[in-house]
């Protein structure tokens, strides 16, 4: 299983990112995919999910209204569109897998993890 996350970098306040997430090894069409955020000294959170078929995303609360996840099962892809985005956002992304979106929405516990992608937003 590979969860490949890319698209991070440097950005101003205000700014756009889009995270990209290559998924292999598994049914990528029968999982919910997700992303979390992890910043220095703090635990990992939850940030976006979105369910196998595509038609449910979740959100949390710091980032509804400026992030979009979407997913294209033809590619095995997942993004997230950050838009407006704020220093507070500056962290590692990290996108998850799991055959249930309520295990991405309220725990830790996805079956698979990737590697992190490095956002960091200047004020």
């Known amino acids: 299983v590979q969860l490949q996350a890319s698209g991070g970098g440097l950005v101003q306040a205000g700014g756009s990112l889009r995270l990209s997430c290559a998924a292999s090894?598994?049914?990528?069409?029968?999982?919910?995919m997700g992303w979390f955020r992890q910043c220095p000294g703090k635990e990992r959170e939850f940030v976006a999910a979105?369910?196998?078929?595509?038609?449910?995303?979740y959100y949390s609360d710091s980032v509804k209204g400026r992030f979009t996840i979407s997913r294209d099962n033809a590619k095995n892809m997942v993004y997230l569109q950050m838009n407006s985005l704020k220093a507070d956002d500056t962290a590692v992304y990290f996108c998850?897998?799991?055959?249930?979106?309520?295990?991405?929405?309220?725990?830790?516990?996805?079956?698979?993890w990737g590697q992190g992608t490095l956002v960091t937003v200047s004020s």
């Open positions: 998850a897998a799991d055959q249930y979106v309520v295990v991405l929405t309220t725990t830790n516990s996805s079956n698979f």
């Open positions: 090894g598994f049914a990528f069409r029968s999982y919910a």
């Open positions: 979105i369910h196998w078929t595509g038609g449910d995303t």
